[in-house]
């Protein structure tokens, strides 16, 4: 399994938008086949900070997702509304090792 946080900063003028934006992404981003969770989550004590927590079955299908229309279209349209560059930090499961257990 692939595991990777993406850390968001984006403008306050842009939160709404950037949430719009983000919500559509999931959606499509939970439908794919090597997909295991994509959670999109809010920093409670900073509403302009957010984050993906992307989990993937392997390299490909991170490779795939990154290809997908719903991905490119996100990607296009929130690049002007973050305050600073997006950065994802990649981990390792440690557990639930089973697919089953997620």
Do not use: T, W
């Given at each position: 399994m692939i595991v990777t946080c993406v850390h968001v900063h984006v403008k306050p003028?842009?939160?709404?938008?950037?949430?719009?934006?983000?919500?559509?992404?999931?959606?499509?981003?939970?439908?794919?086949?090597?997909?295991?969770?994509?959670?999109?989550?809010?920093?409670?004590?900073?509403?302009?900070?957010?984050?993906?927590?992307?989990?993937?079955?392997?390299?490909?299908?991170?490779?795939?997702?990154?290809e997908t229309e719903h991905y490119l279209r996100w990607r296009d349209n929130v690049k002007d509304m973050m305050a600073e560059t997006r950065y994802g930090v990649k981990y390792n499961i440690i557990e639930?090792?089973?697919?089953s257990e997620w």
């Open positions: 003028e842009a939160v709404d938008d950037f949430i719009e934006a983000s919500l559509l992404n999931h959606r499509g981003s939970v439908k794919e086949p090597g997909n295991l969770r994509f959670d999109f989550v809010q920093q409670a004590d900073d509403p302009c900070r957010f984050m993906l927590y992307e989990a993937f079955e392997s390299e490909e299908a991170v490779l795939a997702h990154k639930p090792k089973e697919r």
